[in-house]
């Protein structure tokens, strides 16, 4: 979509109306959680947060896939690259996420392990190809969104025949993380703003289920200041009258039923399986796994890992941040032990995680 | 000489000398080089701006410049900034053993035209040559002096409560080159990197105006890192409007594609210049008639409120942080 296009999602005057709009249906306290890192850093960068009425209260939920990472699955991609045979293909955001023991990709690589930063997971074939004498990892991490395309890649990867390619999947789900949130008796959420690109493959269906069993309503939207106020009318409305609706306010992007090519590549690979959340713990079939027609591929079994649950890091409520029980600046590390340069938790890692955005952006 | 270079070249003996009269007399070309002797003899007077900064990229040659003419560019920009006259440089170069002779004469003959260009003369230099693996492809380092013109001297410690803040500008231009290069990834539209002198421009700038208070170029960190660190020098706050601050269309979809925010990318011939607001217009107009500030503008005000920090104004009215980078910025995942 070219950039000209998108320019009427920002005009500040329908901005403005929407904005008057929301203030005339928020009454008392609504609070909407937005579960995609995308939408964090657009309602902070646009200055939006800013200018939301008091009563609305802003919460980032589970939708950054760096900070659901498990401390034990970024100690398997340490332990993965500090092999001398290996080389870690890696998305850029995962370098800076601390395992357990406070290690992380950017420091294993400072170590001398082989860690590549990759744009996508085709180049990561094009380095097990350049490297016939190593085996290439890619860190399959990422929510129904990059699922697809890692699958497309397992395919590319059979079809070649590369037996140096390996990927270890620890994608993630993210209805069955709505329901666990839900189901949590500390959580109080009034809305979701469901996220446009995880949305475009799995369409609205999925989201049905927190109007129908949580009474709690939902929107897919875009990520410009138009469309997340007109969502957050949308929202507004259906709370006040107590009427729950899951909506697409996103169909220039998002179709109703999803991209069910998309969602078929990621079936004829991988299965669901149960997942470790960072801060959410162990959610069944909340995960992606490689089928078992595509083992040659898959490092869990390559290199027999297995994912053991490590304690929690001392001291960070990452946990509670992505439940929304917590802002970031509640937390006792926030600014002190925690900063984006040294982080303690993953929110603070990603450029997507709430606590870095609150660094960044908020002015507090 | 060898297609290639060799170890030889760093050793001090014949081939050295093969290297310093073939290569860098040639493109260097100055009476105080001509000499050869182990130092250069320079007239300098009144208070002297010195400065140096080693250059080390990836690709060395990339979309509207190389190595050499960063090296040249880079150090005579960082002495200009103290309102000062860029005289002279020295030139240091350590070059992995292997690196083709072409590409060596290509940097060697950029940075001759990029000095010529600066009206500055590189006096005095060294190569080694180091085993292969042990150094990138090639590093140069250079120092700069040159006579202070401006006076008072614009600092950026100077940023005063009213002043405004103003850019030579496009931002972005070359950090997105050199990711997009380095990568191999393609844009829309060709990015290309904006490095230039910046000291003509400045000069001019200075001698007309004496009221500049602070002049920095954002390079590494970008606007944001830059601004901020002038508003902790200065003990002051910034209000910077974001509609304000030119991006290029071709860097700002870049930009969203990679996940990258321009104002933390690195500029490699632009200026901040911050000055009374009586004078901002004036400014303004100098900086236009000069190719390289054609597109500069006001982009915001320092405050007395936020002390330390920088806010920024978004188009839609809402206000939020400016912070420093930190770290480098990382492609995102989806």
Redesign the interface.
Known sequence: MS?KLLDEF?N?EL??GLLDKLHSLVDREFRFMEVC??HTVAI????????LPEQVVHLSGPGC??CVTHESEVNAFIDLAERDDVIVAS??????VPGSRGRSLKKAQADGAAVE?V?SPPDALKLAAANPGKTVVFLG???E??APTVAGTLLMAREQGLKNFKVLSFHKLVPPALVALMTDPGVRIDAFLMPG?VSAIIGVEPYKVVAERFGKSSAVTGFE?ADILGALVFLAEHWKSGQPAAANLYPRVVRDEGNAKARAVMDQVFETTDALWRGLGMIPRSGLELRSEFEPFDAKKAFDLEIVESPALPGCRCGDVLKGKLRPDQCPLFKKAC???SPVGPCMV???GSCAAY?????D | MSEKVLLDYGSGGRASQRLVSELFLKHFDNPELERLNDAARLDLQGPVAMSTDSFTVDPIFFPGGDIGRLAVHGTVNDVAMLGAEPQYLTCGYIIEEGLPMDDLERIVASMGEAARHAGVYIVTGDTKVVPRGTVDKIFINTTGVGRIVADPMPSGDRATPGDAVLVSGTMGDHGLTILGTREGLSFEAAVQSDCASLNHLLLKLVRALPSVHVLRDPTRGGLATTLNEIAISSKAGMEIDEQSIPVRPEVAGGCSVLGLDPLYLANEGKFICILPEADAEKALEIMRQDELGRDACRVGTVTEANAGKVSLVTPLGGKRLLNMLEGEQLPRIC
């Open positions: 950039l920002r500040p901005c403005k890192g995308t902070f960068q646009s200055g939006l947060r800013s200018l896939p760096v998305f850029g955001d995962l370098m800076r930063v744009y991490v990422g929510f969104t990059t690109h200041p900063t984006p340069a990603s450029t997507e660094f960044k952006y908020s002015m």
